[in-house]
């Protein structure tokens, strides 16, 4: 996807693409690059293949929720950035919260923070579910792409979301079937499933946006190393 289709695709999703966008998707992909010859950050470094499925497909989130009637975000798992870095080029008002169990990618990130000069981003190094310990309903809106199976996701995330705000996963295929016993045991429920294909590419999304009913016991979340022996 280079730079016309991806302003074309963005613009389907109901968002404007203003040379100030390109221009910081522009410097976030030299550090990528860059930096991905230090560490492993992506498998993906090709241009136009950046542009779709880290950069495009990081904004798909917008589908399913309108961000501009959102004021924090919590992305766990984030890597190199994704989708919490795009989503703030785009929506700059958010307060962003980025978490990652890998100190390297929290500094990358320090470095794309500083290029790119944005400002109320918090960097935390731990593991989510040590995050949520500490900071149960504290967001808006909490999302993870290719972090773990949905019903360990969902332990890590739904307490840190606000009751009556989303936990949002970005998956490929996922079977929900797996994580209702998860889902009553946290206090979500899904309200919607979003299925779609990545343009160009025989890939398929699904987005899956839980709300979050009542706060959840302060049980959870466990240890890993319990989460892991025994997930929900
Ligand atoms: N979300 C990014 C993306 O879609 O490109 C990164 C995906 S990468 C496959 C998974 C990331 O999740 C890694 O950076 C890893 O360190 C992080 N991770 C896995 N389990 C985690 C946990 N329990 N807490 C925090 N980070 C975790």
Redesign the pocket.
């Known amino acids: 996807m280079n730079k016309t289709e991806f302003i074309e695709a963005v613009s389907k999703l109901g968002l404007k693409v203003t040379s100030e966008h390109i221009r910081l998707l522009e410097k976030y992909y030299e550090l990528l690059v860059e930096w991905n010859k230090k560490m492993n950050l992506?498998a993906i470094t090709d241009h136009d293949e950046v542009y779709l499925k880290?950069f495009y497909d990081s904004l798909t989130l917008i589908r399913v929720i309108d961000l501009n009637h959102e004021q924090s975000l919590c992305?766990?798992?984030?890597?190199?950035g994704?989708?919490g870095i795009v989503l703030k080029i785009f929506y700059p008002h958010l307060v962003l919260t980025l978490?990652?169990?890998?100190n390297k990618?929290i500094k990358f990130l320090e470095v794309v923070v500083r290029e790119l000069g944005l400002e109320k981003v918090t960097l935390i190094h731990?593991?989510?579910?040590e995050y949520a310990r500490k900071n149960r309903e504290k967001f808006d809106v909490v999302t993870?792409?290719?972090?773990?199976s949905l019903n360990i996701l969902l332990e890590?995330s739904l307490p840190l979301v606000k009751v009556n705000k989303h936990f949002i996963a970005m998956k490929g295929n996922e079977n929900t079937k797996n994580s209702l016993n998860a889902l009553a045991l946290l206090s979500g429920k899904i309200v919607l499933e979003d299925e779609f294909m990545l343009p160009r590419e025989n890939a398929k999304r699904n987005l899956i946006k839980v709300i979050k009913v009542k706060e959840t016991a302060t049980r959870y979340p466990r240890k890993?190393s319990e989460i892991k022996k025994r997930p929900l």
């Open positions: 992506t880290h992305d766990i798992g984030t890597g190199a994704f989708p978490v990652d169990a890998l990618r731990d593991r989510a579910e993870a792409r290719a972090v773990a890590y890993f």
